[in-house]
């Protein structure tokens, strides 16, 4: 296997890859040097992507398809392995949300989130993670949330798929260390994607999420990709069960207001005068 994050001779998978942090991520380990195996449901998106990549010099295979179909997602891998070597990497990036409250949430809205923010990343965990436990190598990144840390009004299936999602990383990091296989994930706070920038109102965004973020702005998605791409590499071989906080500092406190700064001050205050 290579060293660092140097990526030159392997192959990783990443679902939803066509947008946002798949994007991003599937961009930055082509720049490494990794063979790529890209799946989303859009394929026309998915098409241009591959493209560049080839472009580049990237070996890619892609198909798009259900993440959430198991047929699909057997047949797939098979053929990525065939075509791009044995995959040493997964990123289940594909996730949905849909906001809603909950005592209006119908069944359909939960078990669709549900289904692909977990479902989905089991059946490719299981599908992929087989075929590394039997060669005793590999590692795999899975996307959970800071919402994994908590509740949010309007989004209990977002944030028990999240939740879910963290404990079944630490799950299969538990099952699968001994045999070979690391299992992390990262939990980023907001990021710049189409998810949040066209998906929320501008004043919650501003005045919720960036607001009470340390840094005072949301995540860049190559920031993101770039956390994934080291607990995927060599860097962090002693690194399994991790959830990996990439969200600017939001998780560090509670009660924050402003960047944590006016309320940090006031604090201090209090506390001399108390």
């Known amino acids: 296997m290579a060293s660092g994050t140097d990526f030159s001779g392997r192959a990783v998978l990443i679902t939803g890859a066509a947008r946002g942090i798949g994007r991003a991520t599937a961009e930055s380990l082509a720049e490494r040097g990794a063979s790529l195996a890209l799946m989303d449901l859009d394929g026309g998106a998915l098409e241009s992507l591959a493209g560049d990549l080839a472009g580049s010099g990237t070996a890619v295979h892609h198909a798009a398809g259900d993440c959430r179909d198991v047929s699909f997602i057997e047949r797939f891998v098979d053929r990525a392995e065939s075509r791009i070597g044995p995959i040493d990497g997964l990123v289940p990036s594909a996730g949905v949300a849909r906001a809603m409250p909950a005592e209006e949430m119908s069944d359909e809205a939960w078990a669709h989130v549900l289904s692909i923010n977990l479902d989905a990343v089991f059946r490719i965990c299981r599908a992929v993670g087989r075929r590394m436990v039997g060669r005793r190598r590999g590692a795999i990144v899975n996307l959970a949330s800071i919402t994994a840390k908590g509740g949010q009004p309007g989004r209990a299936n977002y944030a028990a798929s999240k939740w879910a999602v963290a404990g079944l990383t630490k799950s299969l990091a538990v099952e699968w260390g001994a045999r070979g296989v690391r299992v992390n994930a990262v939990a980023p706070n907001g990021v710049a994607t189409p998810m949040i920038l066209d998906g929320l109102p501008r004043d919650f965004v501003e ?23 080291f607990l995927l590499s060599d860097e962090a071989a002693y690194v399994n069960g991790a959830i990996l906080e990439v969200d600017g500092g939001l998780t560090a406190g509670f009660l924050t207001h402003r960047n944590g700064a006016d309320l940090a001050m006031k604090s201090r205050i209090v506390g001399e005068n108390g």
């Not at 005045?207 to 956390?227: H, S």
């Open 207 to 229: 005045k919720v999420m960036i607001d009470r973020t340390p840094q005072g702005r949301l995540a860049r998605p190559e920031e993101v990709a770039a956390a994934i791409a």
